[in-house]
């Protein structure tokens, strides 16, 4: 149990276009959802907390206005990424928990790969 | 500023050995403590958690927990070359959703 799927798995975008990441639970349903971002050799970093039918909380720093997220329902939460820049190019992970109890672990998706040219 | 510290290695054992990755974290209200295996250029996943003072075991993996010392490590009796992969070690207090990483051990596994 508690899959998390992302998609796509990577992808390939010019500069300016804006690039749409969904992340789905498969079979739990998930108020809460987290995006992270990965540069190469570095460490998770948390960029936001998605709430269904609520607005995201951004961490400091991390731009709302370009990093725009979705959580219109209780399995899918989307990031999309507006008018991508070369420095965006990173790898996206979705995770979330199964809803269980308070001290459930997180599960992450396979993550997406972007990169802008 | 809750933090969670890991050594970044690379810690390297030779096949067979036992691995042992530490994490210590700041946040005394911690409750939950979880480790995260990620391969380079995949995901993490899950390999364990922990709530309670003591020893975890779950095949070839034990973790360790000391709330009055701050400290969580994970064993890996028998390593083989295939656990080679980066250990996330994550901890989660009893409010709010957030959980807190560290930055990693490289494990290294020589055949």
């Known amino acids: 149990g508690a899959v998390v799927s992302q998609h796509p798995s990577w992808v390939i975008c010019?500069?300016?276009?804006?690039?749409?990441?969904?992340?789905?639970?498969?079979?739990?349903q998930a108020t809460t959802m987290f995006w992270y971002r990965q540069f190469p050799k570095q460490s998770l970093?948390?960029?936001?907390?998605s709430n269904e039918g609520s607005k995201a909380t951004y961490e400091q720093g991390v731009e709302k206005d370009k990093?725009?997220?979705?959580?219109?329902?209780?399995?899918?939460?989307?990031?999309?990424?507006?008018?991508?820049?070369?420095?965006?190019?990173?790898?996206?992970i979705c995770s979330a928990r199964d809803g269980g109890p308070y001290n459930s672990p997180l599960h992450f998706g396979n993550g997406t790969r972007l990169t802008v040219t | 500023?809750?933090?969670?510290?890991?050594?970044?290695?690379?810690?390297?054992?030779?096949?067979?050995?036992?691995?042992?990755?530490?994490?210590?974290?700041?946040?005394?209200g911690s409750q939950s403590f979880f480790w995260y295996r990620q391969y380079s250029g995949k995901s993490?996943?899950?390999?364990?958690?922990?709530?309670?003072?003591?020893?975890?075991?779950?095949?070839?993996?034990?973790?360790q927990l000391n709330k009055a010392s701050q400290y969580v490590s994970l064993l890996i009796r028998d390593s083989q070359p295939s656990d080679s992969a980066t250990y996330l070690c994550a901890v989660?207090?009893?409010?709010?959703?957030?959980?807190?990483?560290?930055?990693g051990t490289r494990l290294s596994v020589l055949p």
Request: aromatic share 10%; glycine share 8%; with cysteine.
């Open chain 1, 14 to 28: 010019k500069s300016g276009t804006s690039v749409k990441i969904e992340c789905r639970s498969l079979d739990f």
């Open chain 1, 45 to 49: 970093m948390l960029m936001a907390t």
């Open chain 1, 67 to 92: 990093f725009l997220i979705n959580h219109a329902s209780l399995t899918l939460s989307t990031l999309t990424v507006t008018s991508a820049h070369p420095e965006d190019s990173s790898f996206y």
């Open chain 2, 1 to 28: 500023q809750k933090e969670v510290e890991q050594n970044s290695g690379p810690l390297s054992v030779p096949e067979g050995a036992i691995a042992s990755l530490n994490c210590t974290y700041s946040d005394r």
């Open chain 2, 44 to 63: 993490p996943e899950l390999i364990m958690f922990i709530y309670s003072n003591g020893d975890k075991e779950d095949g070839r993996f034990t973790a």
């Open chain 2, 92 to 103: 989660k207090g009893n409010y709010g959703q957030n959980f807190v990483f560290g930055p």
